[in-house]
């Protein structure tokens, strides 16, 4: 059940008039009242000798016991509840009653006999209105501070008590919703979402790795918005505002919306934070400020250093929790810069995923963003290496990147989920699912690949592989055996002693780092974390099968062999 606290007005006869009519779209059924202050107002819906003007006269009554110029301008208070889509339909006097409930809570009618005058009305089976008058009986100004969190609070009690389902409590760190103007104009429009989450996307997809303002403020206009920019008098900005092309009000004027009202890490200052140019300017190819322009990487080696990096922020959600925030933060960085670039077979799951994850990154945990720096760097060369292709090195290294990126989510979702963030927890599952799905279609290929030449393997060198599992991973070994992907791990594992690898201790360390137990297959994970601490190609379509026992050629992105297991086994 969702309470609203809608912005005060100063037209209770207008919003009546907008209460019992049809509605923008004729949504509005049957409007009639549910409940009042005293039970016996009038009701314009079904009382053919009551007027709205009626109600509003009654509702209004107490602003005559106090002067004139003392009277609030903006008297009108208005609260709409709704059910959540899988709840049975209420009665009119289970709305009532909830009506009841609210005003009490919120302190409209606190029940001291001296409340604000208010009436419930229903237009539609799913939700109420409340419209009250903001002077109490006895002339004084109800006690209404925080009414919306109050309202939330009422909310999960009626949930209960009710039988209905539980809404997962917010903490004030949500992005503002469209209003109903808003998803009406975009109704109007013939858009599938409001211009504000248009807007939101885009300006998220913009921070995603950037560097500088200006970078910032670059791919905002690249991406086809307005930007407009506020100067300090000391040359600093001081913050900007975005707007949609062909979004225009009434005037006919392009409707900017500030960052802050997108989202609250998307506010200037928030993003500003972010930023940490020194560590950019100085990373070997990642561009920062140089005279030169910054080498662009191909979509396969972003994807890879972006495996690395999420592999290093895995570990650190055990650190700090300001660095545990950053590290988050930074993640649904990389997966909307994932979605931006990713290819089209796999870019709607990846982009629900961001769009999902969106909730998880942000909470009242400060975030120490110069942990994350990293994974942000990661992201912009993402974003830098354009989009990838579906095929080859390229998915292959899409389907790596996915795989850790949905154990990083997940971590996010158990780290929120000890610090009961809710909401966090619920958003970070809800991407997980979306990687999840992301990942059975860009593994395909690939896994299918190296399935393909385990089962050609010899026998005994599938043998031998084996005995190295078991040697490394004992609890594991068995379900690992009996799963379909064992075949590719048995494969992995030989081009791992090929490239002069130790197995066992690769495999162990691989086994031994987090959320295995989150995995649907163990040895499809083993193999990617194999490939990428071997530096192995994950593409293999090309490679010849290890046949009777015969090597691979050897290919220029593994190691020589003298290197073992070597500084690349101790890597995070």
């Given at each position: 059940?969702?309470p609203?606290i809608?912005?005060?007005?100063?037209?209770?006869l207008?919003l009546?008039?907008?209460?019992?009519?049809?509605?923008?779209?004729?949504e509005h059924?049957?409007?009639?009242l549910?409940a009042?202050?005293?039970?016996?107002?009038?009701?314009p819906?079904?009382d053919?000798?009551a007027?709205?003007?009626?109600?509003q006269?009654?509702?209004?009554?107490?602003l005559?016991?106090?002067e004139?110029?003392?009277?609030?301008?903006?008297?009108?208070?208005?609260c709409?509840?709704r059910?959540?889509?899988d709840d049975?339909i209420?009665?009119?006097e289970?709305?009532g009653?909830?009506?009841?409930?609210?005003?009490a809570?919120?302190?409209?009618d606190?029940g001291?006999?001296?409340?604000?005058?208010?009436?419930?009305v229903r237009?539609?089976d799913?939700?109420?209105?409340i419209i009250?008058?903001?002077?109490?009986e006895?002339?004084?100004r109800?006690d209404?501070h925080r009414?919306?969190r109050?309202?939330?609070?009422?909310?999960?009690l009626?949930?209960?008590d009710?039988?209905?389902h539980?809404v997962?409590p917010?903490?004030?760190t949500?992005a503002k919703?469209p209003?109903?103007?808003e998803r009406?104009?975009?109704?109007?429009?013939?858009r599938?979402?409001?211009v504000?989450e248009e807007l939101?996307?885009?300006?998220?997809?913009?921070v995603a790795?950037a560097?500088t303002?200006?970078?910032?403020f670059?791919?905002l206009?690249?991406?086809g918005l307005?930007?407009?920019t506020?100067?300090l008098p000391?040359?600093d900005?001081k913050g900007?505002?975005?707007?949609l092309?062909?979004?225009?009000?009434?005037d006919?004027?392009p409707?900017?919306y500030?960052?802050?009202?997108l989202a609250?890490?998307l506010?200037?200052?928030?993003?500003?934070?972010?930023f940490d140019?020194?560590?950019v300017?100085?990373?070997?190819?990642?561009?920062g400020h140089q005279?030169?322009p910054?080498?662009?990487p191909?979509p396969?080696?972003a994807?890879?250093?972006?495996?690395d990096a999420?592999?290093?922020?895995?570990?650190?959600?055990?650190?700090?929790?300001g660095?545990a925030?950053?590290q988050?933060?930074a993640?649904?960085?990389?997966?909307?810069?994932l979605?931006k670039?990713?290819?089209l077979?796999?870019?709607q799951?990846?982009?629900?995923?961001?769009l999902?994850?969106?909730?998880a990154s942000r909470?009242?945990?400060?975030e120490?963003?110069?942990h994350?720096?990293?994974?942000?760097?990661?992201?912009?060369d993402?974003?830098r290496?354009?989009?990838?292709?579906g095929?080859g090195?390229?998915?292959a290294?899409t389907a790596?990147?996915?795989?850790?990126a949905?154990?990083?989510?997940?971590?996010?979702a158990?780290?929120?989920?000890?610090?009961?963030?809710?909401?966090?927890a619920?958003a970070?599952?809800q991407a997980a699912e979306?990687?999840r799905a992301?990942?059975?279609?860009a593994?395909?290929?690939p896994?299918?690949?190296?399935?393909?030449?385990g089962?050609?393997?010899a026998?005994p060198?599938?043998h031998k592989q084996a005995?190295?599992?078991?040697?490394a991973?004992?609890?594991?070994?068995?379900?690992?055996l009996?799963?379909?992907?064992?075949?590719?791990?048995?494969?992995?594992?030989a081009d791992?002693?090929?490239a002069g690898h130790?197995p066992?201790?690769?495999?162990?360390?691989?086994?031994e780092r987090r959320?295995l137990?989150?995995?649907?297959s163990?040895s499809?994970?083993l193999?990617?974390r194999?490939r990428?601490a071997?530096?192995l190609p994950a593409?293999?379509?090309?490679m010849?099968p290890?046949?009777?026992?015969?090597?691979?050629?050897?290919?220029s992105?593994?190691?020589p062999?003298?290197?073992?297991t070597?500084?690349?086994?101790?890597?995070p």
């Open positions: 059940m969702i609203r809608h912005k005060q007005g100063s037209n209770t207008g009546l008039h907008y209460l019992y009519g049809k509605g923008t779209h004729e059924v049957d409007p009639h549910v009042s202050f005293d039970h016996m107002a009038p009701d819906g079904r053919p000798a007027t709205k003007k009626d109600l006269h009654l509702l209004d009554q107490p005559h016991l106090i004139t110029d003392q009277r609030p301008a903006q008297h009108v208070w208005h709409s509840v059910a959540a889509p049975p209420l009665s009119d289970q709305w009653d909830i009506a009841r409930r609210m005003v809570a919120t302190g409209i606190p001291d006999g001296a409340g604000c005058r208010w009436a419930a237009h539609a799913d939700h109420i209105h009250a008058t903001l002077v109490r006895d002339g004084r109800p209404h009414s919306g109050r309202a939330q609070a009422e909310a999960r009626i949930e209960a009710y039988g209905l539980r997962t917010g903490d004030g949500a919703r209003t109903s103007a009406h104009k975009a109704e109007r429009q013939g599938d979402r409001t504000r939101r996307e885009t300006v998220r997809r913009a790795g560097a303002e200006q970078e910032f670059d791919r206009k690249d991406a307005l930007v407009r506020r100067v000391s040359g900005l900007y505002t975005v707007a092309p062909g979004d225009h009000n009434k006919h004027e409707v900017f500030a960052g802050s009202t609250p890490d506010s200037l200052p928030r993003i500003q934070a972010r140019t020194t560590a300017a100085t990373a070997p190819g990642n561009g005279d030169h910054p080498q662009r191909a396969s080696a994807r890879r250093t972006t495996t999420a592999w290093a922020a895995l570990l650190a959600l055990d650190r700090s929790d660095a925030a950053a988050i933060a993640t649904g960085e990389v997966l909307d810069a979605a670039t990713s290819a077979y796999t870019r799951e990846l982009r629900e995923a961001a999902a994850f969106e909730r909470s009242h945990t400060r120490e963003f110069r994350s720096q990293q994974l942000r760097r990661a992201a912009r993402l974003v290496s354009g989009p990838a292709l095929r090195e390229d998915g290294t790596m990147v996915i795989d850790m949905f154990f990083l989510v997940t971590a996010a158990h780290w929120h989920g000890k610090k009961q963030h809710a909401q966090q619920a970070a599952h979306h990687l992301a990942y059975r279609t593994a395909g290929i896994m299918g690949a190296l399935y393909q030449r089962r050609r393997l026998l060198l599938r005995d190295h599992l078991r040697r991973v004992p609890d594991l070994a068995e379900q690992v009996a799963e379909p992907g064992w075949c590719a791990l048995a494969a992995t594992l791992v002693e090929s130790n066992a201790a690769l495999l162990t360390e691989a086994a959320e137990g989150t995995a649907e163990v499809e994970v193999v990617w194999l990428r071997a530096d593409d293999t379509t090309d010849w290890h046949e009777n026992g015969a090597e691979p050629p050897m290919r992105a593994q190691r062999a003298q290197r073992q070597g500084p690349r086994s101790r890597r």
